[in-house]
């Protein structure tokens, strides 16, 4: 199966292109979330890829959130639009705000992910790939199967468990939100992992044997994660893993695990 990733786009316009020139080559398409709170330097220096040039700019933005969940509606089995901690921010209010939350537009975004909740998910899983916004680590799955007094089996159970959970009845499970908001102390948290929202890519890699030309990282054997959330010059692809965020759309073949640009 070949599958389209569209990793962080906050506010971006790479998506549409991304789309209309590869919709008819792929299986599906993922969304990997965070889809507000623009970088300033980008408004400043490259307006012309931004869906606008004003960071509180809500009319346009809506517009393009509109858009994205359009595609949903009209090919649910098509396209998977995923949360992220910019999307959290705005679908719970006690969850932990993310940097750049538009508080001055909070309200209408929170409106408009709350009328639309039933199209999003939290994790997606496909042919044993597992596919979230910032990868789910081991020790995160096993707090998350204490908390919940299961048995931990594997971070690919888990993460079958956590997308069978639907996004909207997440808003009565306190425990739940509280874990999907928990960020590890190399992002400035109180935990040794962060969620499959916050997770840094620091927390897939083994620093302590790493160097740059050879980096060791940690995974499942049988099982590949595909995320974004921390933001790259260049897409890191190792064999457990391929962090994305890079400001540029991939096809990924969720058999060999082949990932290339679509730019």
């Known amino acids: 199966m070949h599958i389209l990733i569209i990793p962080d786009v906050h506010g971006r316009k790479f998506w549409r292109e991304a ?4 919709i008819g080559k792929v299986d599906k398409v993922i969304f990997l979330g965070d889809y507000l709170d623009l970088y300033a330097d980008e ?4 307006p012309e890829n931004m869906e606008c ?3 509180y700019d809500a009319q346009n933005l809506l517009k393009m959130l509109e858009d994205i969940v359009s595609l949903k509606k009209n090919e649910p089995n098509k396209y998977i639009l995923l949360t992220g901690n910019h999307t959290d921010s705005y679908i719970w209010s006690k969850f932990n705000a993310a940097t750049r939350t538009d508080y ?4 209408k975004y929170h409106k408009f992910f709350s009328q639309n909740l039933n199209l999003f998910n939290l994790v997606w899983v496909e042919n044993n790939v597992i596919f979230s916004h910032a990868g789910i680590t081991k020790g995160w799955a096993e707090r998350v199967c204490s908390k919940n007094n299961l048995e931990f089996k594997s971070i690919l159970h888990t993460a079958k468990t956590l997308q069978n959970i639907p996004v909207e009845n997440i808003h009565s499970d306190v425990k739940l939100i509280s ?3 928990e960020i590890s102390y190399r992002r400035g948290g109180d ?8 997770a840094d890519i620091t927390e897939h890699l083994d620093l302590s044997h790493s160097s740059i030309d050879n980096v060791v990282t940690y995974g499942e054997e049988g099982t590949f994660q595909v995320f974004g959330h921390t933001q790259l010059k260049k ?9 994305l965020d890079c400001r540029k759309a991939f096809i990924f073949d969720t058999e060999t695990y082949a990932c290339s640009s679509c730019l």
């Not at 935990?191 to 916050?198: L, R």
Request: aromatic share 18%; proline share 0%.
């Open 191 to 198: 935990f040794d992992y962060g969620s499959c929202e916050w």
């Open 179 to 181: 874990l999907i908001g």
């Open 53 to 55: 040039n004003d960071f």
């Open 235 to 243: 897409a890191l692809i190792t064999d457990k893993w391929a962090c």
């Open 43 to 46: 408004i400043q220096n490259h």
């Open 104 to 107: 001055r537009n909070w309200e």
């Open 19 to 22: 789309i209309n020139n590869n």
